[in-house]
């Protein structure tokens, strides 16, 4: 059986943390599935063969339109000879993107021509996520609360991304000149949601948005999103809440075995991280890991990227090797909450967001090199992407799930460079994770 012959789903993760998130949720699912850091040739294919699902992390969140034309249409061409039943473009569940940076407008109408769709069926709602989608709106959790996303305390203030839309059907009309029509809470429910719906499809070209806002809401859409796929690939995009909402119609399809056990993998005797979010969510975490047997190590950005680069590099990994050298686990960021942002100034230099990034994953890569650390964090959904490129691996694979925080998962990474292959890292979002997100991937725990 060749690799191409088992595929349930293949998908482009539009930043790292994201792309970790939908691994996360189908292998916990008992759905195998790897995950590429760029197109495998044929002999790192085949390794994977067992796999239902084959995810290729990218960094379309953080890139402009022109960047999405060049760069995902080979790469949906390439999932497209996958011949997988079901291609999802993922994106991220508070849906933060703009007209040029992170378009999902634009990378719905690359799909949408390549698969050759009269219209693309988007799904964001993930209550496991505490995302919801209701008539059309979209709902976030923070802090115990939920906000209509446009009133979020933190996407509402996204430093690249701000939301101040929470319906998504407006919100689209800003990327693009496709027209969204709404699969809404009512309709799902109703005794002829079928008939309802393939009227609502029938005429529609452009997108076609699915609400939930529960269980048995996102039961109804992954039932409608598995009927209404089509024979040579359907493309569709949104949250990982179209796995979540996929799982409920393979379960009842037979097509997957449930949930799967993994064994704790042990608390690791220290860990390095790199964090490059501003989120007042890492903030905590950085905070809390502190306090609980990190020595912590605040970078400067600006110095960072500035005249002496190489210099300030040198004196953060050598901040770092000391408190590994004393036996602690370390942490290095760049921002320690939204008031410590130094995105403004940050933006003035040309490129440098993607830079800060490779950075962060070059000072990483140098404490596990000199330090054979076994595991490791990269914190910040951007800054993840462009970090591990650093790191030279070429594919990971589910560790360890996180139920407790679901999009964060302890990973296994595969490549050919000896230091990093086998290493255990994670990749954390600026949202995601309790305050003790740190100290539990330490110390090897679900939660």
Not at 232 to 247: I, K, T
Not at 310 to 325: D, H, I, P, Q, R
Not at 358 to 374: P, S, V
Request: aromatic share 6%; hydrophobic share 40%; proline share 5%.
């Amino acid at each position: 059986m060749t690799v191409q012959d088992n595929l349930l789903l293949s998908y482009y993760g539009d930043d790292l943390t994201g792309s970790t998130d939908v691994m996360e949720a189908l292998a916990a699912n008992g759905v195998e599935t790897v995950l590429f850091m760029e197109v495998p040739d044929e002999p790192l294919l085949k390794r994977f063969g067992h796999c239902r699902t084959i995810g290729l992390a990218g960094t379309s969140r953080s890139e402009t339109p022109d960047w999405m034309e060049e760069n995902l249409t080979p790469a949906f061409r390439w999932l497209k000879s996958l011949n997988a039943a079901i291609c999802h473009y993922k994106v991220c569940s508070t849906f933060d993107s703009s007209p040029k940076v992170g378009n999902i407008g634009k990378a719905v109408e690359i799909g949408k021509a390549l698969f050759r769709q009269p219209y693309v069926p988007v799904l964001v709602g993930a209550p496991q996520l505490k995302r919801y989608t209701t008539f059309g709106h979209l709902f976030a959790a923070y802090q115990g609360e939920v906000y209509r996303i446009d009133r979020h305390p933190v996407m509402s203030r996204h430093p690249v991304t701000p939301m101040a839309e929470a319906d998504l059907r407006l919100h689209m009309k800003d990327q693009t000149a496709l027209k969204t029509e709404l699969v809404d809470l009512s309709i799902l429910a109703a005794a002829d949601t079928d008939r309802r719906i393939d009227a609502l499809c029938e005429t529609a070209d452009g997108m076609v948005l699915f609400d939930v806002d529960s269980p048995e809401s996102q039961a109804h859409a992954g039932r409608q999103l598995w009927r209404l796929k089509r024979e040579g690939g359907w493309f569709v995009a949104g949250s990982s809440g179209v796995e979540y909402a996929l799982l409920t119609a393979w379960n009842s399809a037979g097509l997957v075995n449930g949930p799967t056990a993994f064994p704790l993998p042990g608390k690791a005797d220290r860990i390095a991280v790199v964090s490059g979010s501003v989120s007042p969510t890492t903030e905590r975490q950085i905070r809390h890991a502190t306090q609980n047997g990190f020595a912590g190590v605040n970078l400067d950005p600006l110095e960072l990227l500035g005249e002496n680069s190489n210099a300030t590099l040198e004196k953060a990994v050598n901040a770092g090797l000391e408190g590994l050298k004393r036996g602690e686990s370390v942490i290095l960021n760049t921002a320690l909450g939204p008031s410590a942002d130094r995105g403004g100034d940050i933006d003035r230099i040309p490129g440098s967001r993607h830079r800060l990034g490779r950075l962060l994953g070059t000072i990483l890569r140098r404490l596990i090199e000199e330090q054979h650390l076994t595991r490791a964090v990269i914190a910040g959904g951007d800054t993840s992407s462009h970090a591990l490129k650093e790191l030279h691996v070429q594919a990971l694979t589910t560790l360890l799930p996180l139920p407790q925080t679901p999009g964060s998962p302890l990973c296994t990474a595969h490549g050919t460079h000896a230091p990093t292959n086998g290493l255990q890292i994670a990749f954390k979002g600026g949202q995601v994770g309790s305050d003790g997100y740190f100290s539990q991937i330490r110390d090897g725990l679900q939660g």
